[in-house]
């Protein structure tokens, strides 16, 4: 009987052992091998996201660099399309590991200044260090200012370039 455990005992173990050495690398980004975050929602899990706009601001602060909120639902198909453009573009996902602090929210923050033109979604926020919100950092739309579409993936990556140029101009 003892010794019948002791195999089953083995061959779990033995299972356990040739199947964690069997994973594939993944989720390597600039600063090393990373665990993938829940807190990426889908929006690029090799990144490390702020878990919450305090949190997000004390770091943009700390480190000198410009934070990107992104607003959108999880049963949004517009949320959910810009999401696959964006996690899948890897000049943006580079950008973003290297240079900015990140924050995707699900729910309104009680700060009014990040939705001067209404609360939709996708919504796509700068803000810099000085914890000033850029409303002049927008999109193509002049009735939905900070909303993005997976064809503006370029003009995203765009003012993202734009936001860390003002921060070395006028900070």
């Given amino acids: 009987m003892i010794r019948g ?50 949190e997000a601001l004390y770091w943009a ?4 660099k410009p934070l990107m909120v992104i607003f959108h639902l999880e049963d949004c198909p517009h949320s959910a399309s810009m999401k696959k453009a964006f996690a899948e573009d890897k000049d943006i996902q580079k950008v973003l590991d290297e240079d900015f602090i990140i924050l995707n929210l699900m729910y309104e923050t009680t700060d009014k200044h990040l939705s001067p033109d209404g609360q939709y979604v996708p919504r796509i926020i700068f803000v810099d260090p ?42």
């Avoid at 602060?61 to 000198?64: E, S, V």
């Fill in 5 to 54: 455990l002791l195999s089953v005992l083995f061959v779990l173990v033995a299972v356990a052992v040739s199947s964690s050495l069997a994973k594939p690398e993944k989720n390597i980004a600039k600063r090393g091998k990373r665990i993938p975050q829940t807190l990426s929602r889908g929006w690029g899990d090799q990144l490390i996201w702020a878990q919450t706009y305090e």
């Fill in 61 to 64: 602060r700390a480190q000198n």
């Fill in 130 to 171: 000085s914890m000033t919100v850029r409303a002049d950092i927008t999109g193509r739309y002049s009735n939905r200012m900070y909303a993005y579409e997976p064809s503006d993936i370029q003009l995203l990556l765009s003012n993202m370039q734009k936001a860390q140029k003002l921060l070395k101009t006028e900070l």
